[in-house]
Antibody, heavy 123, light 106 residues
Framework: EVQLVESGGVLVQPGGSLRLSCAAS????????MNWVRQAPGKGLEWVSS????????HYAASVKGRFTISRDNSRSTLFLQMNSLRADDTAVYFC????????????????WGQGSLVTVSS | IQMTQSPSSLSASIGDRVIITCRAS??????LNWYQQKPGKAPKLLIY???SLQGGVPARFSGSGSGTDFTLTISSLQSEDFATYYC?????????FGQGTKVEMK
């Protein structure tokens, strides 16, 4: 059974930094691309970032480019999102999500999601 | 690529046929996926590649379309189908979502 468990979500001040983690199990982590998708309170889904299976290809939404960094540790089956220069509009539940392919350029769907980790940016 | 869903919300009864549409701002071939999300829960993949049913998803869900216009159809609405539905393009990054369609009980 595929399991994705996010951690690291907390209350942080504007301008602060935070690192989210996602522990994966139930599939061969090193052969699939991974994604972060967020959802602001009461709002829709927003794709944030993706990383290829080997970590050599990354993509970002314009809203986070230059502030967020996605990475992965295949030896530990763990996905990360380093979030810097946080703003109030980054407040959201952040979902870790498994891709159906090894790179998002293959066009596969996101097929499994974690339960999410709440990040609140406020003073 | 902008994804526009319609309607934003709808009211329906058990047994109704429900159709949700999704339009892309440019051709995305068949790289269109549909997700269902219930309050406080993670999204769930229903349909991928415009018309392929994800394993374990009831056959009352179906998808169609290609290019810029797509539809999600629920042939006979069940109580567990009241939720918000999102389309998403996987043609090219950024992988944009539609704004969502909330299906409520009439």
């Amino acid at each position: 059974e595929v399991q994705l468990v996010e951690s690291g979500g907390v209350l942080v001040q504007p301008g602060g930094s935070l690192r989210l983690s996602c522990a994966a199990s139930g599939f061969t982590f090193s052969t699939y691309a991974m994604n972060w998708v967020r959802q602001a309170p009461g709002k829709g889904l927003e794709w944030v970032s993706s990383i290829s299976d080997r970590g050599n290809s990354t993509h970002y939404a314009a809203s986070v480019k230059g502030r967020f960094t996605i990475s992965r540790d295949n030896s530990r089956s763990t996905l990360f999102l380093q979030m810097n220069s946080l703003r109030a509009d980054d407040t959201a539940v952040y979902f870790c999500a498994k891709d159906g392919g090894n790179d998002i350029l293959t066009g596969d769907a996101i097929d499994y999601w974690g339960q999410g980790s709440l990040v609140t940016v406020s003073s | 690529i902008q994804m526009t869903q319609s309607p934003s919300s709808l009211s329906a009864s058990i047994g109704d046929r429900v159709i949700i549409t999704c339009r892309a701002s440019q051709s995305i071939s068949s790289y269109l996926n549909w997700y269902q999300q219930k309050p406080g829960k993670a999204p769930k993949l229903l349909i991928y590649a415009a018309s392929s049913l994800q394993g374990g998803v009831p056959a009352r869900f179906s998808g169609s379309g290609s290019g810029t216009d797509f539809t999600l159809t629920i042939s006979s609405l069940q109580s567990e189908d009241f939720a918000t539905y999102y389309c998403q393009q996987s043609y090219s990054p950024p992988r944009t979502f539609g704004q969502g369609t909330k299906v409520e009980m009439k």
